[in-house]
Every structure is written in C-alpha cells, then in structure tokens.
C-alpha cells in the first residue's frame, strides 16, 4: 500500500478544511443558524449519556446499555490517542487536536451496538449521531474529515465488540 505524499495529504486536508468552512458559512447565513448549531452540538455527547443511563437503568436493556458504555469508553480512548498522536487542529478557538472526533467516535459505537439488538432505536441514535456530526461542524468544533475518522473510530470498536462476545449470547 502506498502511503500518500505530504503534499497530498496537505491537499486532502486543505480541502476539507474548505468543506468546513463552507458548512459553517451556510449556517452563519440561517439566521440563528451556528446558534442552533452550537446548540446541537453541545447536545450530542449529553444525548448520548442519557440514551446509555436509559439502558443501564431499564431492566431487560443492562446488557444492551453495559455493551454500550464499554463501547463509548473504548472508542472514545481511541480517538485520544489517534487525536493526541495525529495533533491536527481544529477550525475552531480550541487549542486540542480535532481528528479524529472523539464524539463521533462514542457516538457511532454506541449507535451500532445498540443496531444489532434494537434496530429501530440503533436507526434513531444513528440519525441522531450523523445530525450530530453536522452540528460539530457547523460549530467549528470539527472539520468533516475529524468526524469522518471519528465515526471510522466508533465503527471499528463496535465491530471489535462483535466479535467479542461471549459464547451463548445474543447477536
């Protein structure tokens, strides 16, 4: 496999600095457009909480929510250590590195987890991470690509998690 060329990544990620900017533009331009955004933004990882606390503390779902957790946490510690090692930085004021998205990390895993045992309420946290996503951007928390490896993260851990489980249980 052929590793891209400084000059090629350089070019990747000017461009999707680009995308960014242009998503934040266009929200800028609704009026209440990036305060929504923020808004939704900040909602995501509290969203996401709940949803696991939901499931922990519901009988019959303590597995489903358990699985969760685990899988928010692990994929959540990924992304930091991709994130702190990659050090690229965000378009917003935050000092710390962007990419990947450690939100969009918790978030897709958690969704997927939940997907192969609820697959109606995987479909709605799925939704809800994706709009998510476009939130972080639209925030100037996260360019697309920050959220596209962080969802790549997330996604990786849940399948990871697949394969795990112990004999007897549920697929």
Known sequence: MRVPSARATSAILAADRRAGDALRARARAVPGGHEYARLAADAMAPGFQALVVALLVLP??????????????????????????????????????????????????????????????GAVAQM??????????????????????????GATVARVMRRRRPAGTRR
């Open 60 to 121: 019959g779902s303590r597995a489903l929510g358990l699985r969760a957790a685990i899988a928010a946490v692990a994929a959540g510690a990924a992304a930091k250590a991709a994130r702190d090692a990659i050090d690229r930085p965000r378009p917003g004021t935050r000092a710390d590195g962007g990419l990947p998205s450690r939100h969009a990390a918790s978030a897709t895993a958690i969704a997927l987890v939940i997907s192969r045992e609820r697959p109606v309420l």
């Open 128 to 153: 809800a991470a994706i709009a998510g996503f476009a939130a972080r951007v639209a925030a100037a928390d996260h360019d697309p690509l920050d959220v596209v490896a962080g969802a790549g993260v």
